[in-house]
């Protein structure tokens, strides 16, 4: 079975609550766990940046179905590679959101701000790993 780490950037459309994380984690963390995917979300400045693991077949169908939702646009693929282990295994789907421990990792990858446009792959992944350790209970 090929294994694969997908990571993309969104746009929200219009406002998201906590209520509305609340609801993407929830779905996402039922679904995932039937569809033998993990992965961390990242949520701030209007920028959503997620990473998914997986089966090959099950992360591609995931992504469409991600990329059809109305709460956010621009989907942009940072990187889809095979992968040899998870990184991210102990969450069905992680979480964070903004906090000085993402300004703090953000400035160690020389970002500025929360802005995926500005990050290559290897600095998306250094922020969603280092946040996996920082999460935010929701
Ligand atoms: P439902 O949740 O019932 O959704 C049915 C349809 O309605 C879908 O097309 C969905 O896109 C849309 N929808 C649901 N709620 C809203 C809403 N409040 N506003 C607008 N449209 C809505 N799902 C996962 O399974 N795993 C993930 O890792 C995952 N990550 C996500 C990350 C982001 C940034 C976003 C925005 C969504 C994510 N989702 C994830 C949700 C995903 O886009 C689909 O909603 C979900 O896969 C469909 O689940 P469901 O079949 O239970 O249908």
Known sequence: MNTVRLIYYSVATRDIAMSDLKQILETARKNNSDLGICGMLCFENRYFLQVLEGPRDAVSELYLDIADDARHDELTLICCEEITETS????????????????AILNKEDQLS?????MNKTQAYAVLTAMAAHQDNI
């Open 114 to 118: 929360f802005d995926p446009k500005q």
């Open 88 to 103: 991210f295994s102990e969450w069905r789907m992680g979480y964070a959101g903004s906090s000085d421990k993402l300004q």
